[in-house]
C-alpha cells in the first residue's frame, strides 16, 4: 500500500470552511448583523453622512459584485474586406451616367 501523495477525491473539498472559519462566522452573526449586514446599514442610512455611506458601499462591494475577469476577443476580419466593401460603396456613386 502506497503512502501519501495525491489521491482522487482525499482532503478538504474547496470553498468548504474550516471549523474555526464556521466559529468565527457563527460568532459574528450570533450578535445580530454580520459585518458586511452593518456595512450595508450604514450605506443605506439616509442620516450618515455621505462620505460614510460611500466607504460602507466601497468596502461591501468585493463581498456582493464579484471583479469581471479579461477576456481576450478574436476576430477573423482583416483590411482587404473593410476596403473592397467601402470600394463596392463608393464605385456606383462615384460613376457618372
Known amino acids: 500500500m502506497t ?5 482522487p477525491n482525499a482532503g478538504r473539498k474547496p470553498g468548504a470552511a474550516t471549523k474555526k472559519t464556521r466559529e468565527l462566522a457563527d460568532k459574528a ?3 445580530g448583523l454580520t459585518p458586511l449586514e452593518f456595512m450595508l446599514s450604514v450605506m443605506r442610512d439616509t442620516g450618515a453622512e455621505r462620505s460614510e455611506r460611500l466607504d460602507m458601499a466601497k468596502a461591501a462591494a468585493p463581498y456582493i ?3 469581471l475577469s479579461n477576456v481576450e476577443a ?3 476580419s482583416s483590411v482587404e474586406t473593410v476596403s473592397e ?3 463596392s ?3 456606383p456613386l462615384t460613376e457618372g451616367p
Open 85 to 87: 466593401v467601402r470600394w
Open 89 to 91: 460603396i463608393v464605385d
Open 29 to 31: 452573526s450570533e450578535g
Open 65 to 67: 459584485h464579484p471583479r
Open 74 to 76: 478574436t476576430t477573423n
Open 3 to 7: 503512502h501519501g501523495g495525491v489521491r
